[in-house]
């Protein structure tokens, strides 16, 4: 079983930077497609990035196409999601995920979730 953390959250103002960080623990995760989905208040969780097991392919919801960047380490065992140009539509905690394809995580198929790191740009 593969424990995920997701840490790098915090509070930015809008144009800001954050940097998230999900370490995986337990079993390496290479092998693994991950990604990030969002939560924001009173709204639905939401498929934002992901990248595939082998760093190849990516996926880009349009609200974060050119201002995010995901990627990973397998080294570290640990996958990285660059938000660059912070909007106050971007706040909602964000959850980093794994699961055996890109498109698995799209269709909801999650292997292990993080337990969510909270994410506030101030406008």
């Known amino acids: 079983q593969v424990r995920l953390v997701d840490t790098g959250g915090g509070l930015v103002q809008t144009g800001g930077s954050l940097r998230l960080s999900c370490a995986a623990s337990?079993?390496?995760?290479?092998?693994?497609?991950m990604g990030w989905f969002r939560q924001a208040p009173g709204k639905e969780r939401e498929f934002v990035v992901g990248?595939?097991?082998?760093?190849?392919?990516?996926y880009y919801a349009d609200s974060v196409k050119g201002r995010f960047t995901i990627s990973r380490d397998d080294a570290k065992n640990t996958a990285y999601l660059q938000m660059n140009s912070l909007q106050p539509e971007d706040t909602a905690i964000y959850y980093c995920?794994?699961?055996?394809?890109?498109?698995?995580?799209?269709?909801?198929?999650?292997?292990?979730w993080g337990q969510g790191t909270q994410v506030t740009v101030s406008s």
């Open positions: 995920a794994s699961a055996t394809t890109i498109r698995h995580m799209r269709d909801g198929y999650i292997d292990n």
């Open positions: 990248i595939s097991w082998t760093a190849t392919s990516t």
């Open positions: 337990g079993r390496t995760f290479s092998g693994y497609a």
